[in-house]
């Protein structure tokens, strides 16, 4: 849930928002893999013999972890633009989104049940934008 002040912020006290919040990331793209890539590689490098390191001075081989960056980077970016189709099509914003349900959950004493249509509604939105 990184990248996103809500998801740092939810109070424990609104799990059904906290949930709603990881069911959203989970409609994402996974960048965990190219990420992993990305740290193995840079692990590697860090700990490259002294002859590859000679070699890389000579031309022979890479000492840097370029490629793999730029496919997390493409990764990352496929993520976002999912994230912004989807909230374009479910209310602009799961901060908004989460901004109503705490209103509510404040209006009618943090009984859960009665705002939980705010979350279903963007989930049910947000599944069918993914989809």
Same mark, same amino acid.
Request: charge should be negative.
């Given at each position: 849930?990184?990248?996103?002040?809500?998801?740092?912020?939810?109070?424990?006290?609104?799990?059904?928002?906290?949930?709603?919040? &990881?069911?959203?990331?989970?409609?994402?793209?996974?960048?965990?893999?190219?990420?992993?890539?990305?740290?193995?590689?840079?692990?590697?490098?860090?700990?490259?013999?002294?002859?590859? &390191?000679?070699?890389?001075?000579?031309?022979?081989?890479?000492?840097?972890?370029?490629?793999?960056?730029? #496919?997390?980077?493409?990764?990352?970016?496929? &993520?976002?633009?999912?994230?912004?189709?989807?909230?374009?099509?479910?209310?602009?914003?799961?901060?908004?989104?989460?901004?109503?349900? #705490?209103?509510?959950?404040?209006?009618?004493?943090?009984?859960?049940?009665?705002?939980?249509?705010?979350?279903?509604?963007?989930?049910?939105?947000?599944?069918?934008?993914?989809?």
């Amino acid at each position: 849930m990184a990248g996103c002040p809500v998801f740092k912020g939810t109070s424990t006290s609104y799990s059904q928002l906290s949930a709603t919040l &990881r069911e959203f990331e989970n409609l994402l793209p996974s960048c965990d893999e190219e990420r992993n890539t990305v740290d193995q590689c840079r692990v590697g490098k860090a700990n490259a013999s002294y002859a590859a &390191r000679l070699g890389w001075m000579m031309g022979l081989g890479s000492a840097s972890c370029v490629d793999e960056a730029k #496919a997390y980077d493409a990764c990352l970016t496929r &993520r976002n633009n999912v994230s912004e189709h989807i909230l374009s099509k479910c209310g602009k914003s799961h901060v908004t989104m989460a901004s109503k349900y #705490a209103q509510c959950m404040h209006e009618h004493g943090d009984d859960e049940a009665k705002c939980a249509p705010i979350l279903t509604e963007f989930l049910d939105c947000a599944r069918s934008a993914a989809a």
